[in-house]
């Protein structure tokens, strides 16, 4: 069978969405993790959200969220990979790293995704609840501040959300019982 021969647009348009897609693999691998943090954390009895950190495709930091295990407000899954990642790095400055979390950012997070200087973000589930990156507030990509970040959303979202309410339905079920 012969092949036709691709014209330039066809081919950069093939090129464009090969790339997409790998990118997209790339991501919910990262995601996978992000989310067995998460599953982790539901075990020891907190919120199951869970966030990896990567740079130039190693995995940096992983934590999920331990509020109740360390009775800490500021333990949320982000702030705890981004004070692994500062400390396995040595500096602060994390403008060569990604982070993947499976919920979207609350204003603490995002507040110190601004200040640690992350350029991506990519999360799975929004937050009616709590989200400042897209849902309640825009803080990752607002004009004022100094800092923007590129962000991804809704990677692997309905296993990122499914954790989560059935964490919640078996709290309630525990309760009722
Ligand atoms: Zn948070």
């Known amino acids: ?22 990118d997209i693999l790339n991501h919910q691998n990262w995601m996978a993790l992000a989310l067995e943090q998460a599953q982790q954390a539901a075990q020891e009895g907190d919120v199951p959200v869970g966030a990896v950190i ?36 040595g500096t602060w400055n994390l403008s060569d790293c990604a982070v993947y979390v499976t919920l979207e950012p609350c204003c603490m997070c995002a507040g ?6 992350i350029p991506l973000v990519v999360y799975g589930a929004d937050d009616p609840k709590a989200g400042a990156v897209k849902t309640l507030f825009s803080l990752l990509n607002d004009s004022r501040l100094n800092h923007r970040c590129e962000v991804i959303s809704g990677i692997l979202d309905t296993a990122c959300g499914k954790v989560l309410t059935d964490f919640f339905q078996k709290r309630r079920d525990e309760k009722k019982g």
Do not use: D, F, W
């Not at 330039?8 to 464009?16: D, N, S, Y």
């Not at 495709?57 to 705890?80: F, K, S, V, Y």
């Not at 110190?112 to 200087?117: D, E, F, K, N």
């Open 54 to 89: 990567v740079r130039n495709g190693e995995l940096i930091a992983a934590a999920g969220n331990a509020r109740q295990r360390l009775q800490r407000p500021t333990a949320h899954a982000e702030i705890l990979a981004i004070e692994q990642a500062c400390e396995k790095l």
């Open 112 to 117: 110190a995704i601004l200040q640690a200087r």
């Open 1 to 22: 069978m012969s092949r036709r021969k691709l014209t330039p647009v066809e081919k950069a348009r093939r090129e464009i969405y090969s790339v997409s897609c790998l």
